[in-house]
């Protein structure tokens, strides 16, 4: 790989261990994979902070860049962990807070941003072309399919390297000839709260690169169906006709094309859970952003003033920052018993109970609580979810 006069004085240590090792690690993984050269990153994201996902080891592994004098290059974002940062969720159990407070305290330390979320384009808009070094699957997947801006997706060890040298390695979706659509998918006449549901075929069905072709989709519905691509297959780039600028992915001259209809995905709906059932409504994967937080206030607060008192746990996940923006709305949504959880990925933690049910809009929640947390789930949009809750669904 070639390297510039100043990245081997990087790699030879005269600029310390850290930065040595930070770029070694990013020289390695490009050597592997086949990479030119190293390019500069004008916005990081750290992903694998979670100390349920991590543990000791990669604690160790953060306070020993942070003990040594590392310092963020670049603008540096950070992923939610394994707790809720305003310690009132009485669904995200507090057991790692001490453990994930020290994880968080290193990475500000090192100059990274107390973001703490997933949609880290809430904070810097990624702009086309230009190259990111990110972690979070459905974070990558906006960046390249809505943004046209170009990253992988990168681990969270390699997320830090980044972020303290400013580099990553010229190599996949960095490359144009990465960037080729070979599949068109056409959407036949799904309704805009299945969207996840069609991530989710996408993610297992479709391997290479597609377009997908649906003219009215808003921007909720994209990040539910991206989102849930990125979890159920390796997707972190999906053109989507007149959203993905032109200039950001290329068709291949012969595309395979198919087209989905909801009898291909409503075996990823999940059953209706029973009268009897124990049920957990969980929005907010990826987290909401202020749009979606607002109106899903809005919703709940005219259910509440028409008498709606949740039956059953609503968790709600968002930015951290939003304890500042929206204090007020957080005091009374908590007020009327919903649990909102800020700075955390409701998916890596503890829930303090086990539900028979989670009804969610979110394809990726559905993916991960499935495979993973072996619970049951239900599709629903956000509104159904409400009216469930308010016993009127
Ligand atoms: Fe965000 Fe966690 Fe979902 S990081 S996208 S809430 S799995």
Same mark, same amino acid.
């Given at each position: 790989m070639y390297l510039t006069p100043i990245q081997e004085k990087i790699l030879n240590g005269e600029y310390g261990w850290v930065y040595a090792k930070a770029l070694e690690m990013i020289v390695k993984v490009g050597e592997v994979l086949?990479?030119?050269?190293?390019?500069?990153?004008?916005?990081?994201?750290?992903s694998g902070v979670s100390y349920t996902n991590i543990g000791d080891y990669g604690l160790e592994f953060i306070r020993e860049f942070y003990s040594k004098g590392g310092f963020a290059k670049v603008y540096t974002t950070i992923n939610p962990g394994c707790v809720d940062l305003t310690s009132a969720s009485k669904l995200i159990s507090n057991?790692?807070?001490?453990?994930q407070y020290e994880i968080n305290n290193y990475l500000e330390k090192m100059g990274f941003k107390p973001t703490y979320t997933c949609?880290?384009?809430?904070?810097?808009?990624?702009?086309?072309?230009?190259h990111l070094a990110w972690g979070e699957s459905s974070a990558v997947i906006i960046a390249n399919s809505i943004y046209g801006a170009r990253t992988n997706r990168e681990g969270g060890p390699l997320t830090i390297a980044s972020a303290l040298t400013g580099y990553t390695y010229n190599y996949?979706?960095?490359?144009?000839?990465?960037?080729?659509?070979?599949?068109?998918v056409s959407i036949e006449n799904i309704e805009? *709260? $299945?969207?996840?549901?069609?991530? &989710?075929?996408?993610?297992e069905n479709i391997t290479n690169k597609p377009l997908v072709r649906k003219t009215q989709l808003d921007y909720n519905s994209l990040k539910t169906l991206l989102a849930a691509a990125a979890a159920s297959g390796d997707h972190a780039l999906i053109a989507i006709d007149k959203v993905t600028p032109e200039k950001s992915f290329f068709i291949n001259d012969s595309v395979e094309r198919v087209s989905i209809d909801f009898k291909d995905i409503d075996k990823y709906l999940g059953s209706e859970p029973s009268v009897d059932s124990k049920v957990i409504g969980f929005i907010g994967c990826p987290h909401l952003d202020p749009k979606e937080f607002i109106d899903l206030y809005n919703y709940?607060?005219? *259910? $509440?003033s028409k008498?709606?008192? &949740?039956?059953?746990n609503l968790l709600i996940s968002i930015p951290y920052v939003y304890n500042k923006v929206f204090s007020e709305e957080i005091s009374t949504l908590r007020r009327i018993g919903v649990d909102v959880t800020l700075g955390t990925c409701p998916i890596v933690s503890i829930l303090t109970e086990k539900p028979d049910y989670v009804l969610t809009n979110s394809g990726k929640a559905y993916f991960y609580l499935k495979k993973h947390k072996g619970l049951e789930l239900?599709?629903?949009?956000?509104?159904?979810?409400?009216?469930?809750?308010c016993g009127s669904g």
């Open positions: 086949g990479a030119d050269k190293l390019i500069p990153v004008k916005h990081v994201h750290v057991q790692y807070f001490n453990k949609i880290p384009y809430l904070h810097r808009r990624p702009v086309l072309n230009e996949g979706l960095h490359i144009d000839n990465e960037r080729i659509v070979n599949t068109i805009s *709260k $299945y969207y996840g549901l069609i991530g &989710l075929w996408i993610g709940l607060v005219v *259910k $509440y008498n709606c008192k &949740l039956r059953s239900r599709i629903c949009s956000i509104s159904e979810i409400i009216n469930y809750m």
